[in-house]
C-alpha cells in the first residue's frame, strides 16, 4: 500500500510511524508546503523548552526509514490537488495543522500594537510567514488575552532575563528586540475564573520561578476555592493549589522595609492574572492609530468547572496597554474544495479519522480535532488515526489490487507546475547549516527564516 500524509508536524509524523511499523509492506509520503519539517515542533514549542523538541529525533528516524519519503516546499490545494492525490495512493490522511487563529471580533483589533499569539510566537520562532511582523515593544505594560500554556509562554518570553534567552534557538532578530523591550509588567486576562485556567502546573510553576519577575495575584480571587476543589481531578487540584499558596503566600513578617525594597527592585517586572474579564474593545491612542488600552466587560460565571460560562455583568473597566497579544485559540482552514470542512468546528467531520463520505481519506491531529492538547495528544490521536487506516487495509476497504504509483505520478505533475519539492536530506545540509551558524553564536542553532535562502543552500 502506499499511503500518503499532508503535513509533518506532530500529527504527520506520528501517523507515518505508526503505519510504518505495523505494516511491514507500507510506504508512507510526506508532503509539507515550507521547505523544512517538525511543524508545531520547530515553530510552535518555546525555544527554552528544548527538551519538548527531542521528538525530533524520533521524527527523523521517521524520515530516514526506506520505506518513507519527505517532500517539501509543496502546497497541496495549490501545487497539487487532494483529488491528484487520491489517484495516486491508496490511502491519503490530511495531518496539517491549524495554520490560522481565532480572532477576538471587536472593534480596535486591528489597530497598532495589537497581535495574534500565533504571530507572535512565529515571530520569535522563526516562521517564515511571520519574520516581519517588527512588533513594537516600546510601552511598560502588554496584556495577554488567554489563559492557556501559549499565553503562559508569550509571557515568560517577554520578561525572560535576556542570559536565558541567548543560549535557545530563538531567531537574532527577535533576541534583538527583545534586548531593547521595555515591557515590564505582563496581564493574562480570562473570560472565566481560576477554576477554568487552560494552562498546566509545569508552565505555571516555571513562570512563578522565573528570575528577575515576580507573580502579581490578587488573594480575592483565590479565597474559599480550596472548598471548590475536594473532588477535582487531580490535574487540576495542584493547579489550583499552586495558585492559591502563591497567591496568599505572606512575606515573612520579620522581613523589614528595607529588604522588601531590596526585593522589589531585584524583580523589577511582574506578570499576573486577571480574571472574568471579557476584552471589548481595544482603544486607540488620540491619533487613533495605535492600542493605549482595552474595555473589559466584567463577568460572572454561569454553571461549574470546566462547562461555566462567562456571562457580562454590564460593568466595564479600562486597562492601559501598548501591547494587546490574543491567544485565544488557532484555528484550522480548509484546504481543497474536495474534502468536507466543518466551518463552524473548524475540522474535517470524521469518525475516528476517516473523513466522512470519502473512502480512502482520513485525519489526524489539530485538524482533526481542535486546537487543543500537547504533543502526547497529538500521538495518541494520530495513532488512532493510523489505526483505521491499518484496519481498512486488512478488511479490504482500501483495495491494494490495483498498483498506485505515488510520487511517481505526483513528480511528473509537480514538475509540469514547475514545483521543485525538497527531500529529507536537503532538509539534513538546511539543518547541518543552521546548526553551524547557532554554534558560532553559543546556541542550539541559528534559524533561517527566509524559505528563498533555504532553496538557495540547497542549490534549488
Known amino acids: 500500500?502506499?499511503?500518503?500524509?499532508?503535513?509533518?508536524?506532530?500529527?504527520?509524523?506520528?501517523?507515518?510511524?505508526?503505519?510504518?511499523?505495523?505494516?511491514?509492506?507500507?510506504?508512507?509520503?510526506?508532503?509539507?508546503?515550507?521547505?523544512?519539517?517538525?511543524?508545531?515542533?520547530?515553530?510552535?514549542?518555546?525555544?527554552?523548552?528544548?527538551?519538548?523538541?527531542?521528538?525530533i529525533n524520533a521524527f527523523t528516524q521517521t524520515a530516514r526509514s526506506e520505506r518513507c519519503a519527505y517532500y517539501g516546499n509543496v502546497t497541496v490545494g495549490r501545487d497539487i490537488t487532494v483529488a491528484e492525490l487520491r489517484q495516486a495512493y491508496h490511502a491519503v490522511v490530511l495531518s496539517y495543522g491549524?495554520?490560522?487563529?481565532?480572532?477576538?471580533?471587536?472593534?480596535?483589533?486591528?489597530?497598532?500594537?495589537?497581535?495574534?499569539?500565533?504571530?507572535?510566537?512565529?515571530?520569535?520562532?522563526?516562521?517564515?510567514?511571520?519574520?516581519d511582523l517588527k512588533p513594537d515593544l516600546s510601552c511598560e505594560t502588554a496584556l495577554?488575552?488567554?489563559?492557556?500554556?501559549?499565553a503562559l509562554d508569550i509571557a515568560r518570553i517577554l520578561l525572560s532575563p535576556l542570559h536565558l534567552l541567548r543560549k535557545t534557538d530563538i531567531t537574532d532578530s527577535s533576541l534583538a528586540a527583545l534586548a531593547c523591550s521595555k515591557v515590564k509588567r505582563v496581564w493574562l486576562v480570562g473570560r472565566r475564573g481560576p477554576l477554568q485556567v487552560a494552562f498546566t502546573i509545569k508552565e505555571l510553576r516555571e513562570m512563578i520561578n522565573l528570575p528577575g519577575a515576580r507573580p502579581v495575584l490578587n488573594p480575592a480571587d483565590f479565597t474559599?476555592?480550596?472548598?471548590?476543589?475536594?473532588?477535582?481531578?487531580?490535574?487540576?487540584?495542584?493547579?489550583?493549589?499552586?495558585?492559591?499558596?502563591?497567591?496568599?503566600?505572606?512575606?515573612?513578617?520579620?522581613?523589614?522595609?528595607?529588604?522588601?525594597?531590596?526585593?522589589?527592585?531585584?524583580?523589577?517586572?511582574?506578570?499576573?492574572?486577571?480574571?472574568?474579564?471579557?476584552?471589548?474593545?481595544?482603544?486607540?491612542?488620540?491619533?487613533?492609530?495605535?492600542?493605549?488600552?482595552?474595555?473589559?466587560?466584567?463577568?460572572?460565571?454561569?454553571?461549574?468547572?470546566?462547562?461555566?460560562?462567562?456571562?457580562?455583568?454590564?460593568?466595564?473597566?479600562?486597562?492601559?496597554?501598548?501591547?494587546?497579544?490574543?491567544?485565544?485559540?488557532?484555528?484550522?482552514?480548509?484546504?481543497?474544495?474536495?474534502?468536507?470542512?466543518?466551518?463552524?468546528?473548524?475540522?474535517?467531520?470524521?469518525?475516528?479519522?476517516?473523513?466522512?463520505?470519502?473512502?480512502?481519506?482520513?485525519?489526524?491531529?489539530?485538524?482533526?480535532?481542535?486546537?487543543?492538547?500537547?504533543?502526547?495528544?497529538?500521538?495518541?490521536?494520530?495513532?488512532?488515526?493510523?489505526?483505521?487506516?491499518?484496519e481498512d487495509l486488512q478488511l479490504g476497504v482500501l483495495d491494494v489490487s490495483t498498483s498506485r504509483e505515488g510520487f511517481g505520478a505526483v513528480e511528473s505533475i509537480l514538475h509540469s507546475r514547475g514545483v521543485r519539492p525538497v527531500s529529507f536530506s536537503d532538509w539534513e545540509k538546511?539543518?547541518?547549516a543552521e546548526v553551524a551558524r547557532g554554534k558560532a553564536a553559543g546556541k542550539p542553532r541559528e534559524k533561517i527564516v527566509d524559505p528563498q535562502e533555504m532553496l538557495r543552500l540547497i542549490g534549488h
Open 430 to 432: 538546511i539543518d547541518a
Open 224 to 390: 474559599g476555592l480550596e472548598n471548590a476543589i475536594k473532588d477535582a481531578p487531580r490535574p487540576r487540584k495542584r493547579l489550583t493549589e499552586l495558585l492559591i499558596k502563591t497567591a496568599l503566600e505572606k512575606p515573612g513578617e520579620k522581613m523589614v522595609e528595607a529588604q522588601a525594597a531590596a526585593a522589589q527592585a531585584a524583580a523589577p517586572r511582574e506578570w499576573g492574572l486577571r480574571f472574568q474579564r471579557s476584552p471589548q474593545e481595544v482603544l486607540p491612542t488620540a491619533d487613533g492609530r495605535r492600542a493605549r488600552g482595552i474595555r473589559m466587560a466584567l463577568t460572572r460565571l454561569e454553571g461549574l468547572g470546566d462547562s461555566a460560562k462567562a456571562v457580562p455583568t454590564g460593568d466595564v473597566e479600562e486597562l492601559e496597554c501598548g501591547l494587546v497579544l490574543s491567544s485565544i485559540g488557532y484555528r484550522s482552514l480548509p484546504l481543497d474544495p474536495a474534502v468536507p470542512f466543518d466551518t463552524q468546528r473548524g475540522v474535517i467531520p470524521n469518525s475516528s479519522g476517516r473523513v466522512e463520505g470519502v473512502p480512502g481519506l482520513y485525519c489526524s491531529g489539530w485538524v482533526k480535532r481542535g486546537p487543543t492538547g500537547v504533543i502526547i495528544t497529538t500521538m495518541n490521536d494520530s495513532f488512532d488515526t493510523a489505526q483505521s487506516v491499518l
Open 144 to 150: 495577554i488575552l488567554g489563559h492557556g500554556n501559549v
Open 98 to 131: 491549524a495554520e490560522d487563529n481565532q480572532v477576538l471580533g471587536i472593534p480596535g483589533e486591528n489597530l497598532s500594537g495589537v497581535y495574534s499569539a500565533r504571530a507572535f510566537v512565529g515571530w520569535y520562532n522563526g516562521l517564515p510567514e511571520n519574520r
Open 1 to 55: 500500500p502506499r499511503v500518503c500524509v499532508v503535513g509533518s508536524g506532530p500529527a504527520g509524523f506520528y501517523t507515518a510511524q505508526h503505519i510504518l511499523k505495523h505494516h511491514g509492506g507500507a510506504r508512507v509520503d510526506i508532503y509539507e508546503k515550507l521547505p523544512v519539517p517538525f511543524g508545531l515542533v520547530r515553530f510552535g514549542v518555546a525555544p527554552d523548552h528544548p527538551e519538548v523538541k527531542n521528538v
